[in-house]
């Protein structure tokens, strides 16, 4: 079986967002750029199943729809134990063009299992995994939490209100993945790392395909309301102020 | 110049980071308290391939630069010394040491080991009446035709217990002096060794640390490293590398203190507002940062110089000196900002405190790199 992985390069979490050009683009200045912690937990699963069965899994292969930029993030999935990598080379613009990049190479590849994170960290636009299955015409399985196989036969598990549903499918399919996929993403080993840039990186051009959705402009946040203190003996107007300030209860 | 890292630089960095995060932080202060060496942690620093980081490929090693070996260094001693302790004896004392002095035969039997995190190393120098000043070892190493007869006692030796490949300097010439010392690659498990207890220390508490006993043991000729009398300068030379290892050590002790103290002054609220608007805080802060970064650059000239083959002894030298004596105030002014949480165990800040102590102390005392240091610049 060949699993590919799909990595979004995204901002670090703790990174201090600052928008520039009238609140159009992210002022990308001293960012620190990581692997999209979903896929991160997606490929440490994915690598994890290649280890414990050996033979079963033939590769684990990562992509990335993005511009040369990229290429530390996705040296950085090589360094963490993915055996090569593709680059679509065009900078994404919407869910729906970064879909149709992807679907391309797995029309082409016949991968088996196909990993997304739930979500990207910056964009968290949650729609590239179900755009693949639909361009694909293969089942999905969305906030998969758990993944594995046995004899041969794939076994998912999904996240749902209160619980979990047990799915078995049939190859090929996607998992959208949720945290606890895996206990905690994997940490590179000084030969991952230094073995990298030896491992096959194929860059290809993209098709052409226009996004769907355009970005008008990014708005902050509203800063949080300051603390207001209600006297303990004034329930009455604590309630008030809940249901209609507040409007909680 | 360029003050950049490389991107493999930049990922061991994180790599290191994330392991400190993630492996060490969580249960130092219950190792610290009882002097509990961090063995399972280790197994998973020793797999990552740390303790073997910057040996060649074709042994085991991971083939990395010294500049990735400080940052690496400096990101595990933010919050466990005592783990990063293992990795400057294995990387700068042990393996270097067996790498470029070491026969073709003794690398494939020793370094391969320890270079692929399967063993740790230890090397045993200090003695109780000889510790900077290693020209007057007691051990003897008496040479008895086909092997070497050892006997006498090594101090203060890190991973004494958890190290199976042990690099022993001894005197086999007493006439020669410090010509006549040789350095011997001795398997711990030879009869006639025997450790003392665990040092009960004050800081890097959960390092392994012990005496070492020998009583008449064998190690087979083949096992001396270089030359015959060629102990001391094997000795000296190793140090030198060292001495990056416990400079960015020292480094790490200060960031750790200092992340920690800066984080705390922008919580803590005293006189209507967090501390770190008022001067007094604000200025120790600007003072600490200054020297870390100083300490650092320090600490990577000499990592950059050992990595051009170019001459780096004063280098480390004042990269440790400096770094030791900037993490001792450091990580005082740290506990200062801390005021009495500074003083509990829970804010880490007085285990640093404790630990940078060592860093003045081990691998050539402040004192002693100042003579090397003046000895450099007056030498002409």
Known sequence: MKILVCISHVPDTTTKIKFINNNTALDTAGVQWIINPWDELALTRALDIKDAQAGAIESVTVINVGLVETEPTIRKALAIGADKAIRVNLEPKDSFVIATQLAEVIKKDNFDIIL?????????????????????????????????????????????????????????????????????????????????????????????????????????????????????????????????????? | MNFEYTEEQIMIQQAAKDFAERELLPGIIERDEKGEFAKEQMKKLAELGFLGMMADPKYGGGGMDTISYVLAMEEISKHDSAAAVVMSVCNSLVNWGLETYGTEEQKEKFLKPLARGEKIGAFLLSEPEAGSDATSQRTTAEDKGDHYLLNGTKNWITNANSASTYIVIAQTHPDKKHKGINALI?????????????????????????????????????????????????????????????????????????????????????????????????????????????????????????????????????AKQYAADIAMEVTTEAVQIHGGYGYVKEYHVERLMREAKLTQIYEGTSEVQKIVISRTILKD
């Open chain 1, 116 to 249: 997304c994170g739930i979500e990207a960290a910056d964009g968290n636009g949650s729609s590239v995994g179900g755009m693949l299955s639909e361009m694909l015409d293969i089942p999905s399985v969305s906030a998969t939490t758990f993944l594995d196989i046995e004899n041969g036969q794939v076994k998912l598990q999904r996240e749902i209100d209160g619980g979990h549903e047990v799915i078995a499918t049939q190859t090929p399919f996607i998992a959208i993945v949720q945290k606890g996929i895996c206990k905690e993403p994997r940490i590179p080993s000084m030969r991952g790392i230094m073995g990298a840039r030896s491992k096959p990186l194929q860059v290809i051009e993209p098709v052409t395909a226009d996004s769907l959705t355009e970005l008008v402009n990014y708005e902050y946040p509203k800063s949080k309301a300051a603390c207001r203190k209600v006297d303990a003996e004034n329930v009455k107007e604590l309630v008030q102020l809940l249901h209609e300030e507040a409007k909680v209860i």
């Open chain 2, 186 to 318: 001795v398997d711990k498990n030879t009869p006639g060794i025997t450790l003392g207890p665990h040092e009960n220390k004050m800081g890097m508490r959960s390092s392994d640390t012990h005496s070492v006993m020998f009583n008449d043991v064998k190690v087979p000729k083949e096992n001396r490293i270089g030359d015959d009398g060629f102990g001391f300068s094997f000795a000296m030379k190793t140090l030198d590398g060292g001495r990056i290892g416990i400079a960015s050590q020292a480094l790490g002790i200060a960031s750790g203190a200092f992340e920690r103290a800066l984080k705390y002054s922008k919580e803590r609220k005293a006189f209507g507002t967090e501390i770190s608007n008022h001067q007094a805080v604000a200025f120790k802060l600007a003072d600490m940062v200054v020297k870390i970064e100083n300490a650092r650059n320090l600490c990577l000239k000499a990592a950059w110089l050992k990595d051009q083959h170019l001459p780096y002894g004063f280098a480390s030298a004042m």
